[in-house]
């Protein structure tokens, strides 16, 4: 599988500010992930990150408030804007899919723990 | 839309044993693939395993194998010879179209010596 990694693995960050994490991948992968852990909880999908395109959402995300790059087939970032104590998690990015092919299965970066005071 | 159910939030094993996690799952789908993975401390997700539902046969990779009903909509995962490094929340996730992933709530695993 590819070796995924994340900057920041940690931040601790101020209310009103805005962090990008950015995920890389050690070869191209045909499809990329952003999920939210919060304190205690399962992971949710937050969107899709689309190669030359406008992210995929999931309801109840907006991408005022996670806008998502994705310029290439091994690089992303997800920006926290404008954030508030709930938005304390940690965020995961995943990969499926190498060398153009579909392996219906994600493999997990090793997420960056975000703490907003 | 689908949902995943873990129904032990947490379970504990003596070392050596043998240990069962629940998840049962809804959808409405006929083809589609299910995965356990696990989180240890370091927070890292890590692939424990993956059953694609057209298969009848369970999946099994080393210690762990799975018992999959596709009728009961029930997904187990086994961990035999269970080992202190198993000490992990495992999740079971469900993979809808497009790839998405849906996860459980998490069954938090202590293995004690």
């Known amino acids: 599988s590819a070796v995924i990694s994340q900057k920041p693995s940690r931040d601790i960050c101020q209310r009103g500010t805005s962090l990008t994490i950015q995920c890389q991948v050690d070869?191209?992968?045909?499809?990329m992930f952003w999920y939210r852990q919060q304190p205690g909880q399962s992971l949710t999908l937050i969107a899709t990150a689309n190669q030359g395109s406008e992210a995929t959402y999931e309801s109840g995300f907006v991408i005022d408030k996670f806008p998502i790059s994705r310029p290439n087939l091994t690089f992303s970032t997800l920006t926290v804007s404008n954030m508030s104590p709930e938005d304390s998690s940690i965020y995961l990015c995943s990969v499926e899919g190498t060398s153009g092919r579909r392996t219906d299965t994600q493999y997990f970066g090793p997420g960056t723990r975000l703490t907003v005071l | 839309a689908q949902t995943v159910t873990q129904s032990q939030p947490e379970m504990s094993v003596q070392e050596a044993e043998t240990v069962t996690l629940s998840c049962t799952y809804d959808?409405?789908?006929?083809?589609?693939?299910l995965f356990w993975y696990k989180q240890p401390p370091s927070r890292q997700m890590i692939l424990v395993i993956r059953q694609e539902a057209y298969k009848q046969q369970n999946a099994t990779e080393n210690r762990f194998s799975v018992n999959f009903q596709k009728a009961a909509k029930s997904f187990s995962l086994k961990i035999s010879d269970s080992q202190l490094g198993d000490t992990a929340m495992y999740f079971c996730?469900?993979?809808?179209?497009?790839?998405?992933?849906?996860f459980g709530e998490g069954t938090q695993l202590t293995v004690n010596p």
């Open positions: 996730a469900y993979e809808t179209s497009g790839s998405r992933l849906t």
């Open positions: 959808t409405s789908e006929s083809n589609y693939y």
């Open positions: 070869s191209q992968v045909t499809m």
